[in-house]
């Protein structure tokens, strides 16, 4: 038998995968993979993707056209009796389709951890921002501007962030990710972590938990606005503590809602609540689940918040999160307690 000259295969082929790589390139650059980046450090990830989504284009360019070809031109036709070509192993191939791999996977390396060392590198006059984790959430401080929580993160634009990550969890693990700065880390227990994020256009994101942590995960969410530098200084200011009833009250109202208080109690007065209705509740006795009684009074209601358990009101479980001691400040406590107050 005498053997069969490939070369016209070869040629139809390789423009065939040409013509395919381009088309499925072309295809995966035109997916919306992420929302826009919008931070210094989302330029070395999204070359990389980029490089990657072209090497992805032509592997499959070459695996599927060749099979696809394979198929289709060398199927037995009708009276074909005889057996195939037999190979006995192609050493250049097999040498060629080693080494090209290993030089992209090695260039690919090269290029992953320069572009993690850009991202990771210390830069000069960085603003820290304290973020603690929780089940389930996340708040921030800024020591720098003496802003002791916020239950939302504010930037101020082009401004280079180093983020002094920790959790109050002792039993699961927590990641900070904002998508459009594609960075992120986790929380580890007893584990301080950093990240550094320069935040390049101003706009409204969301921190998102991206490490499934508990029944709580997919609500583990904070608000970020990225803002001039004149607006974030008009926040800061804004930060200090108030000491008027009005202003205090309303901004408990705000944590009462954003640390989610209202899943479990009312301010209709409605006492069919998994919690007791805050209607009230101020200056009323209290009775509580051992036979004795209480005036709720600014103490105890503060009590109440930091440390469910040291007095539970009859009628009701023991279920508030005991994490608030630790998630809230005294001065977020005493702006709950001021809400409280206001709700007679
Ligand atoms: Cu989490």
């Given at each position: 038998m005498q053997k069969r000259s490939y070369g016209k295969h070869f040629v139809i082929v390789a423009v065939i995968v040409l013509v395919t790589a381009i088309i499925t390139v072309v295809g995966l650059s035109r997916?919306?993979?992420?929302?826009?980046p919008a931070s210094a450090q989302a330029r070395s990830v999204d070359s990389l993707l980029g490089i990657e989504l072209v090497a992805i284009g032509f592997l499959f360019a070459l695996v599927m056209v060749f099979m696809l070809y394979s198929l289709v031109a060398f199927r037995q036709r009708k009276g074909e009796e005889e057996d195939g070509d037999h190979f006995e192993g192609n050493t250049k191939l097999e040498i060629t389709w080693t080494v090209i791999p290993l030089i992209t996977v090695l260039v690919l390396a090269v290029l992953g951890a320069r572009g993690l060392t850009e991202a990771t590198a210390a830069r000069a006059d960085e603003m820290t921002v304290e973020v603690t984790a929780f089940s389930w959430g996340f708040k921030f401080a800024y020591p720098e501007q003496g802003?002791?929580?916020?239950p939302i993160m504010y930037l101020p634009v082009d401004q280079h962030i180093l983020l002094d990550m920790n959790s109050v969890d002792t039993d699961v693990i927590h990641d900070f990710w904002v998508p459009e700065f594609r960075v992120k880390q986790d929380l580890v227990p007893g584990v301080p972590t950093k990240l550094r994020i320069t935040p390049n256009k101003i706009g409204k994101y969301t921190v998102l938990c991206?490490?499934?942590?508990?029944?709580g995960h997919t609500n583990m969410q904070a608000p970020i606005e990225v803002v001039s530098a004149s607006d974030f200084d008009a926040w800061v200011a804004a930060q200090q503590p108030s000491t008027d009833p009005a202003e205090m009250a309303s901004l408990g109202a705000e944590l009462a809602a954003s640390q989610g208080c209202a899943a479990c109690h009312?301010?209709?007065?409605?006492?069919?609540?998994i919690g007791p209705t805050?209607?009230?509740?101020?200056g009323h006795e209290v009775e509580l689940s051992d036979g004795s009684t209480v005036t709720a009074d600014d103490a105890y209601i503060a009590e109440s918040i930091a440390n469910p358990t040291a007095k539970i009101v009859a009628?009701?479980?023991?279920?508030?999160?005991?994490?608030y001691g630790q998630v809230l400040t005294e001065q977020q406590i005493s702006y709950l307690v001021a809400y409280i107050k206001s709700l007679q």
């Open positions: 997916v919306r993979w992420m929302a826009a802003i002791e929580a916020s991206d490490e499934l942590c508990g029944t009312n301010i209709t007065g409605d006492p069919g609540g805050w209607k009230g509740l101020f009628g009701y479980q023991p279920i508030m999160p005991a994490s």
